[in-house]
């Protein structure tokens, strides 16, 4: 066998063994678990005012930046983020952010 193959099998592959489920999943966990985990930190250096209002106006920014992207989905009919980039800045751009 190829070493390559080991580190990257081909999408029909039997090897596959992941599904969307479970890579979204693991996606998903490795987020959530870096930003909880980084949580204490943030409160013990800057002090629990000052973390929760960064904490908000992060949080505030987030919603307005999927409002953004859920928008311009609708409006060019794009199925993936790849197309809303695409549609938005050109060709060069989906596939930056693919």
Do not use: H
Not at 16 to 22: G, K, M, Q
């Amino acid at each position: 066998p190829n070493p390559e193959d080991i580190l990257v099998p081909s999408f029909l592959s039997v090897n596959r063994r992941s599904s969307i489920l479970v890579a979204s999943f693991n996606l998903l966990a490795t987020i959530v678990g870096g930003g909880i985990l980084s949580l204490p930190l943030v409160f013990q250096k800057c002090g629990i005012v000052v973390a929760t209002v960064l904490l908000l106006l992060a949080a505030m920014i987030t919603n307005f930046s999927l409002q953004i992207l859920c928008l311009s989905s609708r409006r060019t009919g794009a199925t993936s983020y790849g197309e809303v980039a695409r549609t938005a800045f050109g060709e060069w751009m989906e596939y930056a952010v693919s």
